[in-house]
C-alpha cells in the first residue's frame, strides 16, 4: 500500500484509539481492562492483510462489506475492528462509531498530529494537479529519501480511504510524508487536508480530468486550489509558473510561493522561477534531456531515466520541492537520471515478446484523460528507435468523466492519432453500449474505420476491438505484418478497458 523507509505507525493504546475516534469501546472481556500497551498498530482495511496488533477499519463499499470479515480476526492476532454497527461472532474487541471512513480520518489526523509533537523534525508535502500526481510523487520520493525516511503511497492512494491509510503509515523516525491528494468534487481536497495538512502544497497542472464530475475547467482548478488553502499556517504553496490557473492560487497563500516553470532558450537566469528547465530535447527512446537550474546552484545537464517530455514539468516540480527542502542539484540531477521504475502501469517501458509477435510497449494504462492520452500519444510519435524504421500502435480505450464534452474530446483525441502520423490506432471497447459511443467517437475523429482491404501507404489504420482481448489478437496481426521495423504499443484506457491487464498478460 505504500513505500516507506523507516516507517511503522505512531504507538497508541487502544484507549486512546477510541479517543481520538469518538468511539465506544465494546467486546471487553469481564474483569479485564483493555489492554493498554502503546504498540505500533498497522491499521488495514482488507481483512486478508490482518496481522498481529493490526486495527482493521470494516468499511461497506459498493460490492463488499467490510463487516462481513470481522469474525476470525481476533485469532490472527488483531487488536481491535472499527465498525458502524456490532458484529455478531467477533472474537475481538469492536470499536464503535457512526462512521468508519470519517473514524478512520479522525485516527490518521490524531497520529499526524502526534508525529508533528515529537521532537524530531517531520515535514508533510500534499501533491495534486489534474495530471502527473503519481509520477512526481514516486519521483519526490525517491529524492527526498535521499535527505531522511520517507512514507508514501503505491500507486495513487489519493481519497478519503487511501490518504489516512498512508498517514497511518508514517512512525517515530519518518522524516517525510509525500502524500497524493485527488479529487471528483469540490470540498474532497478540503476534507483531506483536514486529516494530513500538508507543510508543502505541490500544484502540478488543471487539466479536463473529471469534467464530467465539475462541469467547467475553472471549478477544477477551484477544487485544486483547496490544497493551498488547507496548507498548515505559513506553509509553502509550490506553483506551477506555466499554468495561468495553477499559478493564480498564489494569491491563496499565507505564507511563501515558490514557482517553477519552462525557461526561455535564451534566456538567463530566471529570477522569477524558484525551479526552471531549458533545452529540452530527447533520445531515441524517449528519455528527455534538459538544462535544470535551481537558485544558488550552478546550472546541471541531466536526462531522465522515464521517457515521456510530459515528464519534464514532473521532474522539474519534484526537484523545486527536494532543492528546497535541502538537496542540491547535483544530487537531484543523478537521482533523477537514476530513476527508471515509477508506479506500474505508467509510461512502463517493456519488450514484450510473445510466439506471434515482438514489441516494445509503452504501459501507459493506469488511467487516461485527454491531457494524459496526449502525453501519451506524443511519446508514441517522438519514439525513434535505435533499429530502423518504427511501427507506432496506439491502443486506446474511453476516458470517462468527461460529461457532455465527451464525444467531442474522443474525437479529437482521434484527430490526434492522424496529425501525428501514428500508423495504427487501435479503439478498444468495454461491451457497455454508452462507454462504445464514446470509443466510435474517437474511430471517427481518426477518419473512421478501415476497410479490409490492404492498407495504404502512409495511411494510419484504424480498427475497433470490442474488448481488450479482441484489441490483444489485432495487435500481434499488426505487428505480425511488419517484421522489417520495430513495432512500438502504446496502450493507454480507463479502468474500465481492460488494458492494465492486457499489459500484465503481455509482459507475465
Not at 18 to 36: K, T
Not at 208 to 234: M, N, T
Not at 488 to 505: E, N, Q
Amino acid at each position: 500500500m505504500s513505500q516507506s523507509v523507516g516507517a511503522g505507525s505512531m504507538p497508541m493504546t487502544l484507549e486512546e484509539v477510541v479517543e481520538y475516534v469518538h468511539g465506544r469501546l465494546v467486546g471487553v472481556s469481564p474483569g479485564h481492562e483493555s489492554d493498554q500497551r502503546s504498540v505500533r498498530m498497522r491499521v488495514v482495511t482488507d481483512s486478508r492483510q490482518a496481522k498481529p496488533d493490526g486495527l482493521f477499519v470494516a468499511i461497506k463499499g459498493e460490492h463488499v462489506d467490510g463487516h462481513d470479515y470481522v469474525p476470525g480476526l481476533g485469532a490472527k492476532g488483531c487488536r481491535a475492528a472499527l465498525v458502524d454497527h456490532l458484529v455478531p461472532g467477533a472474537d475481538l474487541p469492536q470499536i464503535l462509531v457512526d462512521d468508519t471512513v470519517d473514524a478512520l480520518g479522525l485516527l490518521a489526523r490524531a497520529s499526524i498530529d502526534r508525529r508533528r509533537a515529537a521532537s524530531e523534525p517531520f515535514t508533510v508535502i500534499g501533491i495534486t494537479g489534474s495530471v502527473g500526481k503519481t509520477t512526481t510523487k514516486d519521483l519526490l520520493s525517491s529524492l527526498l529519501a535521499l535527505l531522511g525516511p520517507v512514507v508514501a503511497p503505491v500507486g495513487s492512494f489519493n481519497n478519503e480511504i487511501g490518504l489516512p491509510l498512508t498517514a497511518l503509515e508514517v512512525g517515530p523516525d519518518t522524516r517525510y510524508l509525500v502524500a497524493e491528494m485527488g479529487a471528483n468534487h469540490l470540498g474532497e481536497i478540503a476534507r483531506l487536508t483536514t486529516m494530513v495538512p500538508p507543510d508543502m502544497a505541490l500544484v502540478l497542472k488543471v487539466g479536463v480530468a473529471h469534467l464530467g464530475e465539475f462541469g467547467s475547467v475553472d471549478r477544477i482548478a477551484q477544487a485544486k486550489s483547496e490544497i493551498v488553502q488547507g496548507l498548515v499556517p505559513g506553509g509553502t504553496a509550490v506553483l506551477n509558473a506555466d499554468d495561468s490557473r495553477v499559478a493564480a492560487m498564489a494569491d491563496l497563500a499565507s505564507g511563501p510561493v515558490l514557482r517553477f516553470g519552462m525557461a526561455a532558450e535564451d534566456a538567463g537566469p530566471d529570477r522569477s522561477l524558484d525551479g526552471s528547465a531549458r533545452y529540452l530535447d530527447s533520445d531515441s527512446l524517449d528519455r528527455p534531456a534538459f538544462e535544470l537550474r535551481l537558485p544558488g546552484q550552478q546550472p546541471v545537464r541531466l536526462r531522465l531515466g522515464i521517457p515521456g517530455r510530459h515528464n519534464v514539468m514532473n521532474a522539474l516540480a519534484a526537484a523545486t520541492v527536494a532543492h528546497a527542502l535541502g538537496l542540491d542539484a547535483e544530487r537531484i540531477a543523478d537521482e533523477l537520471g537514476r530513476q527508471r521504475q515509477i508506479s506500474p502501469h505508467r509510461m512502463a517501458l517493456s519488450s514484450v515478446r510473445l510466439p506471434d509477435a515482438s514489441f516494445t510497449l509503452i504501459d501507459d494504462s493506469f488511467n487516461a484523460n485527454p491531457d494524459s492520452v496526449r502525453a501519451g500519444l506524443d511519446a508514441l510519435a517522438a519514439w525513434k528507435g535505435s533499429d530502423g524504421p518504427v511501427y507506432r500502435i496506439a491502443v486506446l480505450g474511453v476516458m470517462l468523466e468527461l460529461g457532455g464534452q465527451g464525444e467531442r474530446l474522443h474525437q479529437e483525441i482521434g484527430a490526434y492519432c492522424r496529425r501525428l502520423g501514428i500508423d495504427a490506432l487501435v479503439a478498444v471497447g468495454c461491451r457497455d453500449q454508452q462507454m462504445d459511443g464514446l470509443v466510435h467517437a474517437l474511430v471517427r475523429g481518426a477518419g473512421g474505420l478501415s476497410g479490409r482491404s490492404e492498407e495504404q501507404p502512409g495511411a494510419m489504420r484504424v480498427l475497433f476491438a470490442q474488448d481488450a482481448d479482441q484489441a490483444d489478437h489485432m495487435v500481434r496481426r499488426l505487428c505480425a505484418k511488419h517484421p522489417d521495423r520495430q513495432n512500438l504499443v502504446l496502450l493507454k484506457g480507463s479502468h474500465m478497458s481492460g488494458l492494465s491487464g492486457l499489459a500484465d498478460r503481455w509482459q507475465g
